[in-house]
């Protein structure tokens, strides 16, 4: 392995508490390690990489184009009597602030895995 790189005061986005002091060793491709990250930020880290392991969408497991997908999920959500818009750790600020739009306009629940 090559020399890793470190990059201070990185952010972590996993849990909500938003820690900016962490400091990532990585080879541009992976993060080896993660100080200063508590025991969650570290598995979200280290678990990250710049490879490209799935296609833009899927659609029962099978590759789909981003089109199709968004028309099957609308049918989905169309369908349900509850919908619950859950997730969004991993995701950035406006893809959660599209997230509470969503549940908003479903009409549905926002959770996020904080819960657990
Ligand atoms: S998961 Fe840990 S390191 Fe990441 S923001 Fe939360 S407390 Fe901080």
């Given at each position: 392995?090559?020399?890793?790189?470190?990059?201070?005061?990185?952010?972590?986005?996993?849990?909500?508490?938003?820690?900016?002091?962490i400091?990532?060793?990585?080879?541009?491709?992976?993060?080896?390690?993660?100080?200063?990250?508590?025991?969650?930020?570290?598995?979200?880290?280290?678990?990250?990489?710049?490879?490209?392991?799935?296609?833009?969408?899927?659609?029962?497991?099978?590759?789909?184009?981003?089109?199709?997908?968004i028309?099957?999920?609308?049918?989905?959500?169309?369908?349900?009597?509850?919908?619950?818009?859950y997730?969004?750790?991993?995701?950035?600020?406006?893809?959660?602030?599209?997230?509470?739009?969503?549940?908003?306009?479903?009409?549905?629940?926002?959770?996020?895995?904080?819960?657990?």
């Amino acid at each position: 392995m090559s020399e890793l790189k470190i990059i201070d005061n990185a952010t972590c986005t996993f849990c909500g508490c938003v820690c900016d002091d962490i400091q990532l060793h990585h080879d541009e491709v992976r993060i080896h390690k993660a100080n200063k990250a508590c025991v969650l930020g570290t598995a979200w880290f280290l678990n990250h990489t710049a490879e490209r392991h799935y296609p833009d969408a899927l659609v029962d497991g099978q590759e789909a184009t981003l089109d199709e997908a968004i028309e099957v999920a609308a049918e989905l959500l169309h369908q349900a009597d509850m919908p619950l818009v859950y997730g969004m750790s991993n995701t950035t600020c406006e893809a959660q602030k599209e997230c509470v739009a969503l549940a908003d306009a479903l009409g549905g629940l926002l959770d996020s895995h904080t819960s657990l």
